[in-house]
């Protein structure tokens, strides 16, 4: 009852019933509480709100990092004024969350030249390490867990498996990009609901013999392997990336979270033939679009997939990415590198913007709050940007059949509007069509499924 009236709008009537629901079982009830939280205007700080907001963080079954918007919003409504004030909000949410509102950044930087008490100290240290001292925050120091930490990703980057060194200077770019930065670094992980990846494949017309191996190409620090390997242990996953470090915070996060079913491995993309096996299943989100020629990136993704295995690729949208196409422009005009002075300079910059300013946008998004997710935002080395119809064509062009478009909600409302429920969703140019009218529908990229002819 509570779903249905919070989907109905009926907030108030909602927030009683989760509350209640979140006393009796705090793992059950704590998602559709923070999704719930995620999508509330506050104007005050109702105590029980806070409490729950409070509970919810601490969640298990709830990635904090969905709830920071919300605590940032409810903090800057209970301390309207700037005040040096110690209470488990607060505390919670400089441990638990990496700020992504612009005026909390201004408060953060306040409270880090003031005379803090100890705890409140060590949490702001924390708070500042996480983004990376975007704000500031340097002379408080690396807080000692960090350290630690620091200490034991390095031990794991020397000793791990390596393919060999980058292919192109790209490649040799982009991993002194993520060398330098690894990006995300993610905090803690949501518990996650167990799903059989043979089961999903199979629903797509892919299935599968036996149990499923896995290829995740370009995985970063780690996140959708482990993501991954919660869902259903029964896979036997690869963890493939350029940067040693990126993969060092991948396998310290595995170890933390106890999952030992992940090989991490540093290398090339177009090295991947030389990894052990083919792959049932192969993911690469947000990555060959950063390569100097995708297209051979996908074919040596297509070489390792066993035959009728299953390719899931996402790439940028050109026409959801023209503001990011804007920040290019000013960072050229202004001469800003990619060092954190110069990212620092560019953040101030559209900080100061007025609202309706395009670069403006930049503030909504996540990755605007971190040096590594600013960088990787607006300061990347090399970016390809695509329209639907040139994916299906360098698809086709390396074997590849499309199985479906993975479209947002709103994506898919607006297509069945404008074509009618019997028009073939996985027509990329009726897609087209609808994008160029609603060009920021796939601002989180285009995810396709594709299968490996042969």
């Given at each position: 009852m509570a779903g249905e009236a919070a989907r109905?709008?009926?907030?108030?009537?909602?927030?009683?019933?989760?509350?209640?629901?979140?006393?009796?079982?705090?793992?059950?009830?704590?998602?559709?509480?923070?999704?719930?939280?995620?999508?509330?205007?506050?104007?005050?700080?109702?105590?029980?709100?806070?409490?729950?907001?409070?509970?919810?963080?601490?969640?298990?079954?709830?990635?904090?990092?969905?709830?920071?918007?919300a605590a940032a919003r409810m903090l800057l409504a209970k301390y309207p004024e700037p005040v040096v004030a110690e209470d488990p909000l607060w505390t919670t949410f400089?441990?638990?969350?990496?700020?992504?509102?612009?005026?909390?950044?201004?408060?953060?930087?306040?409270?880090?030249?003031?005379?803090?008490?100890?705890?409140?100290?060590?949490?702001?240290?924390?708070?500042?390490?996480?983004?990376?001292?975007?704000?500031?925050?340097?002379?408080?120091?690396?807080?000692?867990?960090?350290?630690?930490?620091?200490?034991?990703?390095?031990?794991?980057?020397?000793?791990?498996?390596?393919?060999?060194?980058?292919?192109?200077?790209?490649?040799?770019?982009?991993?002194?990009?993520?060398?330098?930065?690894?990006?995300?670094?993610?905090?803690?992980?949501?518990?996650?609901?167990?799903?059989?990846?043979?089961?999903?494949?199979?629903?797509?017309?892919?299935?599968?013999?036996?149990?499923?191996?896995?290829?995740?190409?370009?995985?970063?620090?780690?996140?959708?392997?482990?993501?991954?390997?919660?869902?259903?242990?029964?896979?036997?996953?690869?963890a493939l990336d350029l940067s040693a470090g990126s993969l060092a915070h991948g396998r310290r996060m595995a170890e933390v979270l106890g999952i030992d079913t992940i090989r991490f491995v540093q290398g090339d993309i177009l090295d991947a033939a030389r990894l052990d096996g083919r792959f049932g299943l192969v993911s690469c989100t947000g990555v060959l679009h950063h390569m100097e020629r995708p297209a051979l990136g996908l074919a040596a993704l297509a070489e390792v997939l066993a035959p009728g295995g299953v390719l899931r690729v996402a790439l940028y949208s050109e026409r959801a990415r023209a503001w990011i196409a804007e920040a290019h422009r000013a960072i050229a005009e202004?001469?800003?590198?990619?060092?954190?002075?110069?990212?620092?300079a560019f953040r101030a910059h559209?900080?100061?913007?007025?609202?309706?300013?395009?670069?403006?946008?930049?503030?909504?998004?996540?990755?605007?709050?971190?040096?590594?997710?600013?960088?990787?935002?607006c300061f990347h080395v090399r970016e390809h940007w695509y329209r639907l119809p040139a994916i299906g064509a360098m698809l086709a062009a390396a074997g590849f059949e499309l199985l479906m478009l993975d479209a947002p909600p709103e994506a898919?409302?607006?297509?069945?509007?404008?074509?009618?429920?019997?028009?073939?969703?996985?027509?990329?140019a009726l897609w087209d069509r609808l994008e160029v009218d609603f060009p920021h529908l796939f601002a989180g990229m285009f995810h396709l499924w594709c299968r490996k002819q042969g």
């Open positions: 109905q709008g009926r907030f108030g009537q909602a927030l009683p019933m989760l509350s209640r629901a979140l006393a009796l079982d705090p793992e059950g009830a704590a998602p559709a509480y923070a999704e719930l939280l995620g999508r509330l205007s506050l104007t005050g700080w109702p105590p029980q709100l806070e409490a729950d907001l409070v509970t919810c963080l601490h969640a298990g079954s709830v990635d904090p990092q969905s709830l920071a918007r400089l441990t638990r969350c990496i700020n992504v509102h612009p005026a909390m950044e201004a408060r953060l930087a306040w409270l880090a030249g003031q005379v803090l008490p100890a705890g409140l100290r060590d949490a702001l240290a924390a708070q500042a390490f996480a983004s990376e001292y975007v704000w500031g925050g340097e002379a408080l120091g690396i807080p000692a867990a960090a350290a630690a930490e620091i200490a034991e990703e390095r031990r794991l980057a020397a000793e791990m498996p390596s393919l060999g060194d980058a292919g192109d200077g790209v490649s040799r770019a982009v991993r002194a990009q993520y060398e330098a930065s690894p990006y995300p670094r993610w905090r803690a992980a949501a518990t996650r609901e167990r799903v059989s990846v043979a089961a999903h494949l199979a629903a797509l017309g892919a299935p599968q013999a036996g149990s499923v191996a896995v290829l995740v190409a370009g995985c970063g620090t780690g996140f959708e392997p482990i993501d991954l390997a919660r869902m259903d242990p029964s896979l036997a996953i690869t202004h001469g800003w590198d990619a060092s954190p002075a110069g990212i620092r559209v900080l100061a913007l007025p609202p309706e300013q395009p670069l403006a946008r930049l503030r909504e998004s996540d990755d605007f709050y971190t040096l590594s997710g600013c960088r990787d935002l898919r409302a607006r297509f069945a509007e404008r074509f009618g429920t019997a028009a073939d969703r996985d027509d990329l």
